[in-house]
């Protein structure tokens, strides 16, 4: 079983950045991959970004350019580096560990707003 936690989301003006965080613990692989996803009011979660186990990433469109999103291997931690953040950004944001299976976590708000 493994247990992944975010943590890092929070209020921000148009612009600003946030870092999110995502932890990882239990029986964790070696060889895995970490990405994150968000979902707006009444709709379904949509990938933001992902890393895969080889070390690839893949973005969303509506991100590219000003997200990005990394990992510890070693600690099997991502995280994602949110600038120019707009209103539209604003979502619950929930990061997955895929290793033989995957597990999400609970979320972390992220709230864009002047």
């Known amino acids: 079983q493994v247990e992944v936690v975010e943590s890092g989301g929070g209020l921000v003006q148009p612009g600003g950045t946030l870092r999110l965080s995502c932890k990882a613990s239990g029986l964790i692989s070696p060889y895995y991959g970490m990405g994150w996803y968000r979902q707006f009011p009444g709709n379904q979660r949509a990938m933001v970004a992902e890393?895969?186990?080889?070390?690839?990433?893949n973005y969303a469109d509506a991100v590219k350019g000003r997200f990005t999103i990394s990992r510890l291997n070693a600690y099997a931690t991502g995280y994602l580096q949110m600038n120019a953040l707009k209103e539209e950004d604003t979502a619950v944001y929930y990061c997955y560990y895929k290793g033989s299976r995957t597990f999400w976590g609970q979320g972390t708000q992220v709230t864009v707003s002047s």
């Open positions: 890393i895969k186990a080889d070390g690839a990433t």
